[in-house]
């Protein structure tokens, strides 16, 4: 199949009210003399207002794939194949200055350090409102600063208006992932993704910016991918969970099914690794053995089998190692393993 007739350009196949629609996303980084995919053939919606929690180890490739979804992948990496369907149009193949104006408009990205990608000598205020100048909104000092204080009490700052004359390294870094937040949101995006905004924060700071997203999901329809590695963080404010492996997803389904019956074993060795809510911890938590494969060394066949206990208990049957799982994504949970249906059914 040619780059074109993957990447069909002018083509919304946005399906069932979706926001976004992903079709055979590919990411490629030139490497020792050939094209290495980060993230491969990977396909998924996310529903209106909708939270979806994309979870994985280290070089799975999910802020890849979140980078990917904002076309800023570092060069010289590139988008090389799939779609992006986003209000009707191709994200995958959109010219770069319409790219930029919809970048903090109707979609936005909130990252981990807040601190890092903020300006340290201009105020908090003029970094908010930088964002609506940017696109074109109402440049009347009066109007912009009394949106920048809506927007930061919406996000429960204290002393919102105070703070505007502030600069980051006078704010905590919950407040700072506040203001964050408040850029993203502030000229009301469909969607926001989230890479694991919350990670560097203590755990009460960060109960409340879990609640905040939630609050905003309920209350403006904003649809969230919130990439992280903290299954529990998934368990208290996501609809849905993708989990990511070897640039691919290889689960997917709502966090409560996901979470009860895993199909997946790499999703059920994350899951074994968390200590139970309630009745007697085990002696020793379960740990899975090596480390995720690097993308120029992918094995053939799923990609999990040479860490996979399930493999490794059927007698490392040939088919694992040969040939790639097929999956049906029309299903509302599915799993990218040849025993999936046995996995379950051991339990």
Known sequence: MTKQQQRMP??????????????GLTVEFPARGRNVRAVDNVSFTVGRGEIIGLVGESASGKSTLGLALMRMIPAPGVVSAGTI??????????????????RGKALSLIVQDALATMNPVTTI????TEVIRDHGGDRSRKSLRARATEMLREV???????????????LSGGMQQRVAIAEGLILGPELIIADEPTT?????????????????????????????????TVAEICDRVMVMYAGRIVESGTVSAVFSKPAHPYTKALLSG???LSGEPPAELEALPGQPPRPDAWPTGCRFHPRCPLW????????????????????????????????????
Do not use: K
């Not at 191709?90 to 319409?98: G, I, K, M, N, Q």
């Not at 429960?156 to 006078?170: C, D, G, K, T, V």
């Open 125 to 128: 205020e003029e970094q908010i």
């Open 85 to 102: 369907a986003f209000g009707g149009r191709d994200l995958a193949s959109l010219p770069e200055a319409e790219m930029r104006e919809l």
């Open 200 to 232: 560097a924060l203590d755990v009460t700071v960060q109960a409340q910016i879990l609640a905040l997203l939630r609050d905003i999901c309920d209350t403006r329809g904003t649809s969230i991918i919130f990439v992280t590695h903290d299954l529990a």
């Open 10 to 23: 002018g083509s919304d196949p946005l399906r069932d009210g979706a926001v976004l629609d992903v079709r």
């Open 274 to 276: 968390l200590l139970p």
């Open 156 to 170: 429960r700052l204290p002393n919102a208006e105070q703070s505007l004359n502030r600069y980051p390294h006078q």
């Open 312 to 347: 490794r208990a059927l007698g490392e049957p040939e088919i694992c190692t040969t040939t790639d799982p097929e999956v049906d994504e029309s299903d509302s949970h599915w799993a990218a393993c040849h025993f999936a249906d046995l996995e379950g059914a051991g339990r």
